[in-house]
């Protein structure tokens, strides 16, 4: 009960900062102000004038936008764990093969371009922006690195896409699972019908393409604007898109990490190794097939 309490009290106070930070943002205060110092060189063209004071008002805006998506997304994870918390499911001691060694591959991939684009992205939106002159070492090497995570993530993307759009076809049952969101409000966890990807699944498989093709698309444009003489007025367009569409990304993937390994302890497990608990499969998966392998011992 006390960590229950903790927990709730945690939360609203994320949500309290998030709301605080949102104020902030849209009010313009503390606009000025530069947070971190580096920067990168793509927005040589943008020269000081017009153009360039409408760019630094946006990018402050997309910061506490950022800043509080996410702190909303964590107090309402820390909500629902204080409020309905993980699923039990009592383990078997015997796994099966849940996951191919590519699907594990593909995924490991896509998690670790993810959390470089996370940490370059969250540099270059912080920084100082190099608008005259070289820029430093920690910019290049953030920019260097953002763009070739994202170009690894683009290829983890379509080979996500050519492995699993057959399984993320929607089914008859995945209403009812819909209709309980999945049981995930629910103390008890009721069971419910799901093939080898659930309902919530198959809709986060389609926002991930989604998502990850907007920010995919506007990050190449923005890393060549001269070579297709994109106007300012264009890459700022393309800019407020790939940062407003990044922020969602990410607070996607929090929540998702937090009902794949916290709510549904066992799923780590499997994209790591390719292997789960039979039980795990039983309850969470009832109408898939695992994939062809003998039982082990876990």
Known sequence: MKRRIWLVMTAMLLAGLGVVVGA??????GSEEVIAP??????ATLRPGEE???FWGYRDSLRYFGATLFLLTAALAMLHYAA???????TSGRTVQRFRGSEVLMHTALVLSFLVLWVSGLYLLLSRLVVEGPAPFWGRLASAAHIWAGLISLVA??????QWWRDMRFVSYDRQWLR???????RSHPHLPAGRFNAGQKIWFRATLLLGAVTGVTGLLLYYPGGL?????????????????????VAGVVMHLYLATVVTPGTLKAMLTGRMDENLILVHHPESQPESGAASAA
């Open 52 to 54: 360039w004071q409408t």
């Open 157 to 162: 993307l379509v080979i996500m896409w050519l």
């Open 84 to 90: 309905v918390g993980p699923a039990r499911v009592p």
């Open 24 to 29: 902030w943002g849209y009010l313009g205060v």
């Open 229 to 249: 003489g994109m106007t300012p007025s264009v890459q700022l367009v393309l800019y407020i898109v790939h940062s407003g569409a990044a922020a969602v990304f």
């Open 38 to 43: 580096g920067g990168f060189e793509v927005w």
């Open 180 to 186: 309980r969101a999945g049981g995930y409000m629910n």
